[in-house]
């Protein structure tokens, strides 16, 4: 079988002219990349996903609860360290991946001036106590059984995992995200800055 081109090729651009024909209604260099652009932006700024916090640069919501091992974890027993607050699910695929990333950045930036509570948005308890035995979890897991009506969820408005909140040493909330490779990025900057 021979291969024939297309009767109708796509137009190719002479000297300094735009690709304007039946195929491309739009100019390339203007409105469709325009039209790109906007529906990229209206993606990355009005989804809920990627809002920003109105917890920013205000005091970390407190709360007392227990872990998974019977202690009571706070925002406020450690006050003068930053505090990782980490949500996230066993039911989570960006969560499964991301899991020996955070086991990584626990054990690399542990030091005094840093502590994680985790909080597993989960329904059973012995999905959360699998996820953490299967990924070596090595920090706090606080777990009550109500997804995301979770009391501390609520708290701090997480409506997606993984999501995390970076707490200064005055106990405010310094920085938020989603991804292993955030979270890095700060605790790298407050390395460098000698602060932790």
């Not at 054990?107 to 005094?112: D, H, I, K, L, S």
């Not at 995390?164 to 292993?180: H, K, P, Q, S, T």
Request: a positive charge.
């Amino acid at each position: 079988m021979m291969f024939r081109p297309h009767p109708n090729p796509l137009p190719q651009a002479g000297e300094g002219e735009r690709l304007k024909s039946k195929h491309f209604p739009l100019p390339l260099g203007e409105g469709r990349v325009r039209v790109v652009f906007i529906l990229f932006l209206s993606l990355v700024f009005i989804s809920p996903a990627y809002a920003k916090s109105p917890l920013m640069g205000v005091k970390a919501p407190d709360f007392n609860e227990r872990d998974l091992e019977g202690r009571f974890q706070s925002p406020s027993n450690h006050a003068g360290q930053y505090l990782v607050i980490y949500f996230w699910g066993s039911w989570c695929p960006s969560c499964s991946r991301q899991a020996p990333h955070m086991r990584k950045l626990f054990n690399q930036y542990a030091r005094p001036g840093l502590a994680w509570i985790s909080v597993a948005l989960d329904e059973n308890l012995k999905d959360v106590k699998k996820f953490t035995a299967e990924n070596g979890t090595p920090y706090p897991v606080l777990f009550d059984g109500r997804i995301f009506d979770n009391k501390i969820a609520k708290l701090y408005g997480v409506s997606h995992t993984p999501t995390f909140f970076l707490i200064d040493r005055d106990g405010n909330v310094m920085a938020e995200g989603a991804f292993n490779y955030e979270l890095t990025v700060f605790l790298e900057t407050l390395v460098k800055a000698k602060k932790l």
